[in-house]
């Protein structure tokens, strides 16, 4: 991964707290809706639900790893 740069570090100081947290719940939410159009893509007969399961399980699987 590239370091953070000088510039990037200060925008996200000046965002604070909250903005830095709107910023990582956003990318979570892209994130799912990303895993979700691959589930339906692969599985286009499966039902609403059985989509949101799979992605509630590939996003816990994947959460916090390394």
Same mark, same amino acid.
């Given at each position: 991964m590239n370091p953070v740069t000088d510039k990037e570090r200060?925008?996200?100081r000046r965002m604070?707290? #909250?903005?830095r947290l /709107?910023?990582?719940f956003g990318l979570w939410d892209f994130a799912r809706d990303v895993v979700a159009?691959? #589930?339906r893509s692969r599985h286009?007969?499966?039902s609403a639900e059985q989509v949101r399961e799979a992605v509630r399980? /590939?996003?816990r699987s994947h959460a916090f790893q390394p």
């Open positions: 200060e925008c996200l604070g707290s #909250v903005g /709107r910023v990582a159009t691959a #589930v286009p007969d499966w399980t /590939r996003m």
